[in-house]
C-alpha cells in the first residue's frame, strides 16, 4: 500500500513563535469545562424544596419545644430523605469533558519545515497536520495534499461507510463544507482515517470545529424536568396549605377548650405532619432506584433516573439507524455474477459459498488490504473466513502483494497485484470499486455497460452500496501508469450493506402494539434508509430528505412530523429541530443514537437512549438511559418496564394517600370530641416514614398488569394522582379511619386505660394497613388472581410489621417512647379482625370502581 505523504519544500507550517502567539491569541484546541455541581450546592437545592424543608422546620420546632427524642428522630428520617436525593443527583454533566478528550489525540504537525508530534489541545489554526491511515483527525482542516485518503466521519454523520476526500483545487474559492459526501477537500475533528494519507491546513479548533459545535449546543440545552417529581410537589404544597390552616384551627379550638396552649402547638404540629405526605419523595426515590436496578438486569443502565417515570409514557421513538437498528459494520449482503446470477450469503442456510461465485469473492478480497482497516476491506475478508475456508481458492496469505493502485478523483478503483510465494508465474491483478470506474477498466460496450446499469440500480434500491469487481493478469517486468494500463476483465458485482440487527423487526412491531410511533432519522441516503425502513418494518410512504426539512419552517415541519416515518439525509441540528417539532406537538419522545451527532437531541429529547458498547462517551454522557448490549430490543423490555413501574407507583401512591385519611382522622378525632391524645409526633412519624416506605416496597416488587403493553402510551397530562384514585383512597381511608375510631372510643368507653387504648387503637390501624396493601396490589385483578402473583417482598414486608409491632409491645424503651400499655390476646384477635373486615368490604367494592381506574 502507498506510503504516507512526505511534505515538499514548499510546506514549512508555522514557525514556533507563530504558533505560540495563535494559541495565546485563540487558546487551545478544547472545549471549556462544563460546570460543575458541588456536593453543597446539590443540598441546597434539595432542602429548596417545600416538603423537605417542612420537614426539617417541625424537627427544629420540637427541638425548641424540649422534645429531644421525637426532634432526633424526625430530623433523622429527614436527613435520610435529603441524603437519598444527594446522592441520585449527584451524577454531573459530564458532556464537554467527553468531547475534550475525544478531540485531543496526539497530532503530527509541520513546524519550521520540519515534522512535529505535539499534544492535540496545541494545535493551533494555520497548522498543517499530517494524516495516515488510523489517525484521529485532532481539527478541522482544508486537504492540500491526498493520496488515496478516506476517513469514517460517522461520529459526526451517524454514517458506518467511509467517505472519499481529495485536494483542495488551487484556485478554488473559500466555502463553508460540511461532514459527510465523498470527495469533499475537508477533514473533520473527530474523525478517523481508515485508509491513505493527507496534508491538511487548519481551519478551526475546540469550540470553532464542527465537533466543538455540537459541545457548544448542548452546553446550551437543558434536560427535561421530572414531571412526577413536579407533580409530587405541587401536591405537597396543596397538603401543606391545607394542614397548616387545619393545623392553626385545631389549636385555636384546643387552647380555647381545654387550655393546655402548649399542649394545643403539640397536637397542632402532630396534626399537620398527619396531613402533610412527606414520604412521598421518599417512595419516589426508592421507585425509581429499585426501577434503574430492574431495568439494568434488561441490559438497560439509567443514567438519569428521571427518565424512568417518563419511559412509560413514550409515544415516538426517534431511532438512528447506524448502530442502533443496524449493527454499525459492513458486510456482504449480496453477490451478484454478470451473467445476472446472485447470491445473498445473508439468506443461505449452508455455509459453503458455490463454486461459481468464488472467483467474485476471492478476487474481491485480493483487492483489498491484507489488513484491512477499512470496513468494506473487512467485509470481504470475514466473507473470505466465512465462505471460502478450506476451499484451497486464492485468499492473501499465501500471496505476495507486489504492487498497489489506490482510488483517484478520476478512476473511482483500486488495483493490487500479486504473485504466489516462490513462484515465477505471472502477476494477477484485483480491482475493485465503484462500478462505472469498472466497466471503464474492462472496456465495457454500451449494451453491456446498460446491462450492468440495470443490475446496479436494483441493488442500490435495496440500499446497498454496490462496487464492482474484475481481474487481470501480467507479465511484465515494468508496472503500468495507471490502472487502465490492465486488460481486466469484469466478474461481478458486490452489494455491501450494514445488516438489520435480528431483534429490530420484533421489537418495532411490539412498540406499535403498545401505541408507540416510530421513527428513523438517518444521515445515508433515501434509498439506503427506505431499505431498512422496509426490513424493520416501518412505513416508507412518507420518506423526508434534509433538503426538503430545509424548506419547512418551523410550523410546517411540526405538521409533516405527524404523517413521515423515515428521514434521510438529516444534519445534527436537523435531527434537533425534528425532536423540538415532535415535542411541540405534545409529544413524548424517545432518541436513540451512538454518534457525537446524535447527542444534542438526546439531551432535549424526554428520553435519551444511547448505545453503551459502540456509542462514544458523548452520546453516553448526553442521554439518560444507556443500551448496555446495543440491542434495539432491550428498549422494548425498558418501555415495558418504565410502564409497570408507572403502574406500580400509582397503587403505591394511592396507597400512601388512603393511609394518610386513618392517620389524620385519628390525630383530628381527639381534638374535636375531648377525647385523650391518640397519636403524638413519634407515632406519625414512625407510621409515615417507616410503615409506609416499607409496604410500599410491595408495590415497586408487584409483576405487570396483563394489558400493559396493549394499551396506548398515557397522555402526557395525566396526573399521577386522578380524581378517580383519589376518591378510592379517600373511600378506603375513610373506612378504615371509621372502623378503628370505633375500636378506639367503644374501648375508651369501657373505661380501658390510655396507654392500652392507644396500642389497641394503633395496631388495628396497623393491621388495615395490611389489609390496604392487598386492595391495593392490582387495580384489574382481584384478590384472588393478586394472591397467585409471586411477589417475595410481600412475605419480608409482613415479617418486618410483625416484628416492628413486637418490638413496640414487647421492648420497654419502645413502649415507653410511644406510651403503649400491654395487649391481651383478645385485643389482637380484634386488631386481626379489623384488618380482615376491612380487606373483604373493600375487595366487594373495587369491581364497581375498576373501570375508573384502569
Known amino acids: 500500500m502507498p506510503s504516507a505523504l512526505s511534505s515538499p519544500p514548499s510546506i514549512s507550517g508555522l514557525t514556533g513563535a507563530e504558533a505560540k502567539a495563535r494559541q495565546a491569541a485563540e487558546g487551545f484546541n478544547e ?65 464537554l469533558e467527553a468531547l475534550r478528550d475525544l478531540t485531543s489525540p496526539r497530532a503530527l504537525v509541520i513546524r519550521d519545515g520540519e515534522r512535529k508530534r505535539i499534544a492535540g489541545r496545541e494545535v493551533v489554526r494555520g497548522d498543517y497536520i499530517v494524516l495516515a491511515e488510523g489517525d484521529r483527525v485532532p481539527a478541522d482542516a482544508v486537504l492540500v495534499q491526498s493520496q488515496d485518503l478516506q476517513v469514517d466521519e460517522s461520529l459526526l454523520t451517524g454514517e458506518s461507510a467511509p467517505v472519499r476526500k481529495v485536494a483542495v483545487e488551487p484556485d478554488a474559492p ?68 391545607v ?27 402532630a396534626l399537620g405532619m398527619s396531613m402533610l405526605p412527606e414520604e412521598f419523595p421518599v417512595v419516589l426515590a426508592v421507585f425509581m432506584a429499585m426501577g434503574a436496578w430492574r431495568i439494568s438486569k434488561a441490559g438497560v443502565l439509567t443514567r438519569r433516573t428521571a427518565a424512568i417515570e417518563t419511559l412509560g409514557s413514550a409515544t415516538v421513538l426517534c431511532t438512528d439507524k447506524t448502530g442502533t437498528l443496524t449493527e454499525n459494520r459492513m458486510s456482504i449482503a449480496e453477490l451478484r455474477l454478470k451473467d445476472g446470477k446472485v447470491f445473498q450469503p445473508r439468506e443461505a442456510n449452508d455455509a459453503s459459498l458455490p463454486g461459481e461465485f468464488h472467483d467474485l469473492a476471492g478476487f474481491g478480497i485480493l483487492a483489498s488490504a491484507p489488513e484491512p482497516f477499512d470496513p468494506m476491506d473487512k467485509a470481504f475478508h470475514e466473507l473470505g473466513r466465512a465462505r471460502l475456508a478450506g476451499t484451497g481458492h486464492l485468499h492473501t496469505p499465501e500471496w505476495k502483494l507486489a504492487h498497489a493502485y489506490g482510488l483517484r478523483p478520476d478512476l473511482l478503483a483500486m488495483s493490487q497485484v500479486w504473485q504466489a510465494t516462490g513462484s515465477g508465474q505471472e502477476f494477477v491483478v484485483a480491482a475493485k470499486g465503484a462500478p462505472e470506474a469498472i466497466a471503464d477498466l474492462c472496456r465495457l460496450g454500451a449494451e453491456d455497460r446498460a446491462a450492468l ?75 439506503t434508509a427506505k431499505a431498512i425502513a422496509r426490513q424493520a418494518g416501518l412505513d416508507t410512504g412518507d420518506v423526508v430528505t434534509g433538503d426538503d426539512l430545509r424548506m419547512m419552517d418551523d410550523a410546517g415541519l411540526a405538521q409533516r412530523v405527524r404523517t413521515a416515518t423515515v428521514f434521510a439525509r438529516i444534519m445534527p441540528e436537523q435531527k434537533l429541530r425534528i425532536v423540538n417539532a415532535l415535542k411541540s406537538n405534545g409529544e413524548i419522545v424517545a432518541m436513540t443514537g451512538d454518534g457525537v451527532n446524535d447527542a444534542p437531541s438526546l439531551k432535549a429529547a424526554h428520553i435519551g437512549i444511547a448505545m453503551g458498547g459502540r456509542g462514544t462517551d458523548v452520546a453516553r454522557e448526553a442521554s439518560s438511559i444507556v443500551l448496555l448490549d446495543d440491542d434495539f430490543g432491550s428498549i422494548v423490555k425498558a418501555i415495558r418496564l418504565g410502564r409497570r413501574i408507572f403502574d406500580n407507583l400509582r397503587k403505591a401512591m394511592g396507597f400512601i394517600f388512603a393511609v394518610h385519611v386513618p392517620i389524620a382522622g385519628l390525630a383530628l378525632l381527639p381534638l374535636i370530641f375531648g377525647l385523650p391524645i391518640l397519636f403524638g409526633p413519634m407515632h406519625i412519624a414512625f407510621l409515615e416514614m417507616v410503615i409506609d416506605p416499607v409496604c410500599s416496597l410491595v408495590f415497586e416488587a408487584e409483576a405487570e398488569e396483563d394489558d400493559v403493553m396493549r394499551r396506548r402510551p398515557r397522555s402526557p397530562d395525566d396526573r399521577l394522582f386522578s380524581g378517580h384514585l383519589i376518591g378510592w383512597s379517600l373511600l378506603q381511608g375513610g373506612f378504615a379511619c371509621a372502623l378503628v375510631a370505633a375500636i378506639f372510643v367503644i374501648g375508651y368507653r369501657h373505661g380501658m386505660p390510655e396507654t392500652e387504648v392507644r396500642a389497641l387503637a394503633f395496631f388495628s390501624l396497623i393491621m388495615t394497613i395490611v389489609s390496604l396493601i392487598f386492595v391495593n396490589r392490582s387495580f384489574s385483578a382481584s384478590l384472588i388472581s393478586a394472591l397467585g402473583r409471586r411477589n417475595p417482598a410481600l412475605a419480608w414486608v409482613l415479617a418486618a410489621v410483625a416484628a416492628l409491632l413486637g418490638l413496640t409491645l414487647l421492648w420497654p424503651f419502645a413502649s415507653d417512647l410511644f ?26 367494592v373495587k369491581p364497581f370502581w375498576r373501570a375508573r381506574l384502569a
Open 819 to 844: 406510651r403503649f400499655g400491654p395487649l391481651h390476646w383478645d385485643d389482637l384477635v380484634l386488631t386481626a379482625g379489623a384488618g380482615a373486615l376491612v380487606l373483604v368490604v373493600l375487595e366487594a
Open 174 to 241: 473559500s466555502k463553508d463544507y460540511r461532514p459527510g459526501g465523498d470527495d469533499l477537500p475537508c477533514v473533520f475533528s473527530g474523525s478517523l482515517v481508515v485508509r491513505g494519507s493527507g496534508i491538511g491546513e487548519v481551519t478551526a479548533i475546540g469550540i470553532s470545529s464542527e465537533i466543538g459545535k455540537i459541545g457548544q449546543s448542548l452546553s446550551t440545552l437543558e434536560m427535561e424536568p421530572p414531571r412526577l417529581r413536579a407533580q409530587t410537589q405541587k401536591l405537597v404544597q396543596v397538603f401543606a396549605v
Open 453 to 527: 446499469s440495470m443490475q446496479v440500480d436494483a441493488m442500490a434500491a435495496e440500499g446497498l452500496r454496490v462496487l464492482g469487481v474484475a481481474r487481470a493478469s501480467f507479465a511484465g517486468t515494468v508496472w503500468p501508469d495507471s490502472q487502465r494500463g490492465f486488460a481486466f476483465e469484469f466478474i461481478g458485482l458486490a452489494g455491501l450493506a450494514d445488516p438489520l440487527r435480528a431483534s429490530v423487526p420484533a421489537a418495532v412491531a411490539e412498540c406499535r402494539t403498545a401505541g408507540i410511533k416510530v421513527l428513523m432519522i438517518t444521515g445515508d441516503y433515501p434509498a
Open 31 to 95: 472545549l471549556p469545562r462544563p460546570d460543575r455541581r458541588t456536593a453543597l450546592r446539590i443540598v441546597l437545592e434539595v432542602l429548596r424544596e417545600p416538603m423537605l424543608a417542612l420537614l426539617l422546620g417541625g424537627g427544629v420546632i420540637y427541638l425548641l419545644l424540649g422534645d429531644l427524642k421525637e426532634a432526633v428522630i424526625l430530623l433523622l428520617f429527614a436527613s435520610m430523605s435529603v441524603a437519598i436525593t444527594v446522592v441520585q443527583e449527584s451524577r454531573t454533566e459530564r458532556v
Open 243 to 269: 394542614g397548616g390552616a387545619v393545623s392553626v384551627l385545631a389549636v385555636v379550638l384546643y387552647g380555647a377548650l381545654r387550655g393546655g396552649w402548649l399542649d394545643a402547638v403539640l397536637a397542632g404540629i
